[in-house]
């Protein structure tokens, strides 16, 4: 009895599997959806795949993604080249972008540090932050990684790293989220919404 | 103020977004994990895509999803012929493989009557499987469709269609599922099961 597809499609239905967020029923809606898609739209699937291997790359300076190296935000000269912001990942430069309020540098670090994975500051872009606040031209560094406890122990990390710098530490405000609800909020959330209150 | 990725990254993003069952952000985290995964990863996925719609046709018999036609179903001689399942896709012929019940052969219709979105009987695999029941061989169709509006109508379709035949025209039984909870049971599914009551 047939309990798998034929080849082709179960490679399909595999290969999707593998993706994070989808699972098995997923991948085999997906492989179906594409078997009844037009070619084009299957091969535009396809070619973006190949391109974004072939194409993308990380900024030599901040570690962002690029297609070209300085990224476009290292070298606007219309960004603010004092102000670094300390971000985990590439996809949190642009949640930060989108606020358009932030208009100074990012660097990427790939991650946190975190014993328990063996991540330690020399396996993120941690050295490559100090190189570039060698020359003084930074006046700030905004840590904005996630509140979670990796988060906090390398935003301390950072902190004390760059203490004996003069240059500004700062890291995002912790609080309530905008339109949450006292009576639902965590303990944690709500005691630093506490303790980072401020005038009325 | 960069709000949306450099080119190759969007397009794959958008790629995704437009396959069922992922959201922007789902799209955002798989482009991610592509751009970090190793070029054979990637690689694969693409290829898996490209293969799919090279070599997967639809059986010229049954309709299911095939890389040789007839299908291994279709054409495997230990299978029983005399009985055919109905059902609307190619997935529903593995569902019904998994449940290692059933040696029969298979009718993919492609789909069920639907009025509202302009479907009617010629649209779907309906004279194909006219066709097959011509030589006499067949002496039982079981009509598997799914237990909704549109499912419940092509089966009444196909039961008055094919009764000028002296075929067996049968259906899948309606039901408590297995696990399922007197409490929790909807009223229709609670009543077909009562109607459809067995001896204990």
């Known amino acids: 009895m047939a309990l798998a597809y034929d080849g082709a499609i179960q490679r399909l ?3 999707f599997a593998s993706l994070p967020g989808i699972g098995p029923k997923g991948a085999q809606r997906i492989a179906f959806h594409l078997l009844s898609a037009s070619d084009e739209e299957a091969q535009r699937l396809a070619d973006a795949i190949e391109e974004v291997k072939h194409k993308v790359r990380f ?3 901040c570690g962002n993604v690029c297609e070209t190296s300085p990224c476009a935000i290292c070298s606007d000269p219309r960004r603010d080249h004092t102000m670094i912001c300390v ?3 590439p996809k949190d430069v642009m949640s930060i972008e989108r606020t358009r309020e932030y208009r100074g540098l990012y660097h990427v670090l790939g991650g946190t540090i975190n014993p328990m994975a063996n991540i330690g500051p020399n396996d993120l872009a941690i050295p490559a932050l100090l190189d570039r606040l060698k020359d003084d031209s930074v006046t700030e560094v905004i840590v904005a ?13 950072l902190s004390r790293l760059l203490s004996p710098l003069e240059i ?3 890291r995002l405000a912790s609080g309530l989220p905008v339109g949450a609800d006292l009576e639902y909020a965590d303990e944690i959330t709500l005691s630093r919404a506490l303790m ?3 005038d009325a």
């Open 59 to 61: 900024c030599e300076i």
């Open 13 to 15: 239905i595999d290969a």
């Open 196 to 198: 980072g209150r401020r």
């Open 168 to 170: 500004k530490v700062t």
């Open 87 to 89: 971000v985990e990942e």
């Open 145 to 157: 990684l996630n509140p979670n406890i990796e988060g906090e122990a390398t935003t301390t990390y």
